[in-house]
C-alpha cells in the first residue's frame, strides 16, 4: 500500500495543510518543518498525486509537441532534443502528429489547452491566422520551430533558410556550375523550405546567371519528387548540379540519375538540405546543409520551459547555425 | 469568456449535478434529459476541465508509450501507428525516451503511474524481473510491443522473429550460397534482434551447414558495426552471402564492400532486417525482411485500449506477419 498525505503528517508530526503546503510549495512553512516533512516524504517513499496537485497549480509538468509526422527522417532528431531537455525539467511531453493538416492542428491545440499542458512546442508548415488566433485565445504558452509566423509573434528556434541555400547554391556556382536545377518547394508555400527557393534565386542573380524556369521544379519533399523532378528538368534542360530543398530530394535524384547512368558528382553535382541520418550512409554520401535538429527541439523546450517559469529569456527568436558538409555528392 | 458547466445546466434547464452525471456517463440520466444537456453543450461550445475529470473519473485518456529513442530509425513507425490508433479513440500519447536505460524505464514508469496515464505501451530491448515487478506494482495495464517477457505475462505484439530470420537464410541457402556471415545481436542478450541468431543457426542446421564462429560477428545494430562486423570477418573467412540483424547494419556492410571494390550482390548477397524506410532509398535497394512496424503500433495500442476500457482481446499475444522483399542487394 503506498504511503498517503496523511501518513507523511502523522511521520513529520504536522498537520496535512503543512504538507500539503510544502508539496506546494507555498513559502509560508518554516525551514525546520520543511525540512522535517521533506524527510518523512523519503522515508515513506510518498509520491504526490500530480493530477490532484495539477488543478491547485493549474500547472501539470506537461508540454505538448505539435508536429507534421514523427516518421518523417526531420522530425525525430527534434523531438529526441526537446525530450532530453523536458525531461532534465521534469516535464513530460504529448506529442501530437497532425499531417500539417491545420483542422487537426486546432483541435490537437484545444485538447492540449483541456489536459492543462504547460506549452507547446509548435511545428507546422503553415501557420495560418486562425491558428495564431486560436493560440492566443487559449492562452498557451507556445514556441515556434522552424516554423513561420508572418507577425513574428511567437519565441521562436530557426535557421536561417534563405542564407544557408544561398551558401550552398554559391558554392555549386563557385566550383564553375551555372546550369544549375532547384526542386523543392514552391515560395507560394510560406514556410521554412520555401525560403530555400529565394536563396537559390538571389545566388543566381548576384553571379549574373539567368533564372531558367525549365531547371525549377516545384513539388514535395520525398524522395519520388526528386526523382520525378530531375527526370522532367533533363527533358527541357541541361544540367551541371541540383541544388535541392530536402535530402531525401537529392537522394531521388542521385538514383534517377544513376539508373539514367549519369554519374554523380562527376557528371552532375548535387547538395541536399537538413543533414538527415541517412544522408551520410547514402551512397554516394550526400553533400548538404546541416540543420541542427537536435538542438532546435533542445533550444525550443529550453526556451518554453523558462517563458512556462515566468523566467527571462535572452532572446525572442533563435536563428541556430548551420553547416555546410562536403561529403561525396560534389566533387572534391 | 468560455462556457462554464453552470451555463449549460441554465441553458438546458437541469442541476450542474445532472450536467456532470451526463459528462461522467452516469446511467441514471433518462434520453430526454440526456440529449437536452447534450444539445445545450453544443450549442454553447462549452468544454468539461478534462483534469477535474480525471480526478473524479480516474481517467485522463492519456497513454505513455516508453521506447528505447525516437531518433532510431526503428521507432518512429511504431510511434506513428501508436498515435494514430489513440487519436481516433480520444486518446493522447506521453513520449518517453529511456535509450535503454533500466533506471530511466523504471522513473518513467513512475512518473507515468502520477500523471494517471491510463496505460502504457512498453518497448525494451531487456525487460527484466524488476521492471517487471513494478509494472505490476503501481498496476498500469500494459501491452509490450517488439519486447520479450519471458514468462509471457503481459500482452504483447511480436513478430516470430527466429522463423524471419530462419526464412532469410534459407533463401540465401537456395541461391546457392554456404558461406553466409550473421552480422547482429548476440544471443546472449534476451531481446527480440538476438532471435534472429536462433533462426540463423537453425538454417544452417537444417542444410547441413556446419556453424563457422569466424563468419559471426556480434556487436550493436548500427550502420558502423556492419561496416567494422564484415572488415574483420573478411580477415578470417570466406564469405558468399551475409544476413545481417538490421537494415542498418546492411548498409554499413555494403558500403564497406563497396569500398573494398566487392560488388554486391553479385560478389557478396546481402540481407538486411525491418525494412525501415531508407531501406528502399539506399543503393542497391536492400532485400530485407519487412517488420510491420506501423503496425505493430496500430494494433498494440488497439489492445490497450480494448484493455483499459475493459473489453475483451481476442488475442493476449499477437505474432504479426513478416514479409521477404527482395530487392537489389541480392541476385534476381
Same mark, same amino acid.
Given at each position: 500500500?503506498?504511503?498517503? !498525505?496523511?501518513?507523511?503528517?502523522? @511521520? ?23 525540512? $522535517?516533512?521533506?524527510?518523512? *516524504?523519503?522515508?515513506?517513499?510518498? =509520491?504526490?498525486?500530480?493530477?490532484? =496537485? ?25 523531438? =529526441?532534443?526537446?525530450? /532530453? ?5 521534469? #516535464?513530460?511531453? *504529448?506529442?501530437?502528429?497532425? %499531417?500539417? /493538416?491545420?483542422?487537426? @492542428?486546432?483541435? #490537437? ?15 507546422? +508548415? ?9 493560440? &492566443? $485565445? ?7 520551430? @522552424?516554423?513561420?509566423?508572418?507577425? +513574428? ?12 541555400? #544561398? ?18 518547394? %514552391? ?12 536563396? #537559390? $534565386? ?21 524522395? +519520388? ?22 535530402? @531525401? ?12 547512368? !549519369? %554519374? ?9 538540405? %537538413? ?5 551520410? !550512409? ?26 512556462? &517559469? ?23
Amino acid at each position: 500500500m503506498a504511503a498517503s !498525505i496523511k501518513d507523511v503528517a502523522k @511521520e513529520a508530526g504536522v498537520s496535512i495543510a503543512t504538507v500539503s503546503r510544502v508539496l506546494n510549495d507555498v513559502d509560508v512553512v518554516n525551514d525546520d518543518t520543511k525540512k $522535517k516533512v521533506v524527510d518523512a *516524504i523519503k522515508k515513506l517513499g510518498y =509520491r504526490p498525486n500530480i493530477v490532484a =496537485r495539477s488543478l491547485k497549480t493549474q500547472k501539470t509538468s506537461t508540454i505538448g509537441i505539435i508536429i507534421p509526422d514523427i516518421s518523417n527522417q526531420f522530425y525525430p532528431e527534434i523531438v =529526441r532534443g526537446a525530450e /532530453d531537455v523536458a525531461n532534465i525539467y521534469d #516535464y513530460n511531453i *504529448i506529442l501530437c502528429n497532425t %499531417d500539417m /493538416d491545420v483542422e487537426k @492542428e486546432m483541435e #490537437y491545440l484545444k485538447v492540449l489547452r483541456e489536459k492543462m499542458v504547460d506549452g507547446v512546442l509548435y511545428m507546422s +508548415n503553415s501557420l495560418g491566422k486562425n491558428t495564431i488566433e486560436l493560440i &492566443n $485565445k487559449l492562452e498557451i504558452p507556445t514556441v515556434l520551430v @522552424e516554423t513561420i509566423d508572418k507577425d +513574428n509573434s511567437f519565441p521562436s528556434v530557426v535557421i536561417d533558410n534563405e542564407q544557408a541555400a #544561398y551558401d550552398a547554391v554559391k558554392y555549386l556556382i563557385d566550383k564553375g556550375n551555372n546550369k544549375i536545377a532547384y526542386i523543392g518547394s %514552391d515560395e507560394e508555400n510560406f514556410n521554412a523550405a520555401a525560403l530555400r527557393y529565394v536563396g #537559390y $534565386k538571389r545566388a543566381l542573380r548576384e553571379k549574373d546567371i539567368n533564372l531558367n524556369p525549365h531547371l525549377v521544379h516545384f513539388g514535395g519533399m520525398k524522395p +519520388n519528387d526528386g526523382y520525378e523532378g530531375i527526370l522532367s528538368i533533363l527533358n527541357e534542360a541541361e544540367v551541371d548540379a541540383v541544388f535541392c530543398a530536402g535530402d @531525401e530530394i537529392a537522394m531521388g535524384v542521385i538514383n534517377a540519375l544513376r539508373e539514367k547512368g !549519369i %554519374d554523380v558528382p562527376n557528371d552532375i553535382e548535387v547538395v541536399g538540405f %537538413d543533414n538527415i541520418y541517412a544522408s551520410e !550512409i547514402f551512397y554516394p554520401k550526400l553533400t548538404t546543409v546541416a540543420q541542427p535538429m537536435y538542438d532546435m527541439g533542445s533550444v525550443g523546450m529550453r526556451m518554453l520551459i523558462k517563458i512556462i &517559469n515566468k523566467q527571462s529569456i535572452e532572446e525572442k527568436h533563435y536563428v541556430l547555425p548551420y553547416k555546410m558538409i562536403e561529403r561525396n555528392s560534389t566533387k572534391k
